[in-house]
């Protein structure tokens, strides 16, 4: 090839670019959640009411002549009980009075108890390892989810 000083000679010159992007793929086995349930013992003292029946038998001795109904007087239930004599005649006579009154009575009352909690784990997939791997635990701002 020969040049004389009008020609003029074009000399390609070219460059390689690098063109990077990244992109998500989802494998579906990157992370995964489990619970688990503790049981802690705990102390538990709370106030337990239950109904108390004081009954107090009266004797009446009366001559009756019919049953009388059970009737209350205030807090008091009073319950007739009678009973028939044989006399030359049959008469009903009122024996006793069975009073029953109703009180509450609070007392403490102690048990231990199981109490369970839940705590996360949180595991991710190494693909290199095949294997599901637990995550550190990372420090709450609530004191109350922070593990104990």
Do not use: C, Y
Request: net charge negative.
């Amino acid at each position: 090839m020969t040049l004389n000083r009008d020609d003029q000679l074009s000399i390609p010159v070219t460059e390689e670019q690098l063109e990077v992007h990244r992109e998500v793929v989802d494998t579906g086995r990157t992370l995964r959640l489990r619970k688990q349930v503790e049981e802690v013992p705990a102390d538990v003292r709370e106030p337990v009411t239950r109904e108390v029946v004081d009954v107090q038998r009266v004797p009446v001795g009366r001559v009756i002549d019919g049953p009388p109904a059970v009737r209350h007087e205030g807090d008091v239930m009073v319950v007739p009980v009678v009973q028939e004599r044989l006399v030359t005649r049959k008469e009903l006579v009122l024996v006793e009075e069975i009073r029953i009154t109703r009180r509450l009575e609070v007392a403490q009352a102690e048990a231990k108890v199981v109490l369970r909690r839940e705590r996360v784990v949180v595991e991710r997939f190494d693909p290199d390892t095949n294997q599901w791997l637990a995550e550190e635990a990372r420090q709450s701002s609530n004191p109350n989810l922070q593990e104990q």
